[in-house]
């Protein structure tokens, strides 16, 4: 029997398996240093049991040999050795028909097409989709514009504030404009208020000539 899979990403193929259903992107985009996910899920007519086996390999650009990186039966087996040693980790479910796999600290050493075929006994496959992974340095577009992104968040909220204020300031000067050209009067408690602070200025400024009164006569009886 003959059923079709897809591959998202930038293409779409398809893939004659037997009784298992394929799903798996066709090409993925990473950059260095970020880890990457390569997506995997499958759908088969048999029920899930411990004799369900996962395999993932790798196969260089310039190359025809293909290394495994990853198997599954039960407990997760990461490669040990070769060029995903420590750096392959499993983020799938097979009770979720996913079979995903993830790589830390990706290089550009790691471009090249990785493999993922399921096998679920009695289910048995014929063609295995493959992914094309491309790793590249992030742009200084990329950087430019994550800078802009923080510089937005940061800058718009504040000038916001400073407009505000400066609305603000400027609608009270011309409050007080308006007032002192209509004739405004202060009010009896402002004429009090002035009256009040100009006293205690008089009576400061008396203060301090009479204290300057009494040293200057101390000074003279002395001689």
Known sequence: ??????????????????????????????????????????KSTS??????????TYRPPTSSRTESIFHYQSFQYPSTAGTFRDRISWVGNVYK???SISISNPTIKDNGTFSCAVKNPPDVHHNIPVTELT??????????SSVALLSILVFVPSAVVVVLLLVRMGRK????KKRSKSG????????????DQEEEDTCMGRLCVRCAECLDSDYEETY
């Open 47 to 56: 029920a899930v049991t411990d004799k369900l086996t996962i395999d993932w």
């Open 173 to 176: 000067a011309a409050g007080l």
């Open 1 to 42: 029997m003959q059923q079709s899979g897809a591959a998202g990403g930038r293409g779409c193929a398809l893939f004659p398996l037997l009784s298992v259903l394929f799903f798996q992107d066709a090409h993925v985009q990473g950059y260095v240093g970020e880890k990457i996910k390569l997506k995997c899920t499958f």
């Open 97 to 99: 028909g996913d079979a």
């Open 135 to 144: 790793v590249t340095e992030r742009g200084f577009g990329t950087m430019l």
């Open 184 to 195: 405004y009067k202060k009010s009896s408690i402002e004429v009090s208020d002035d009256t």
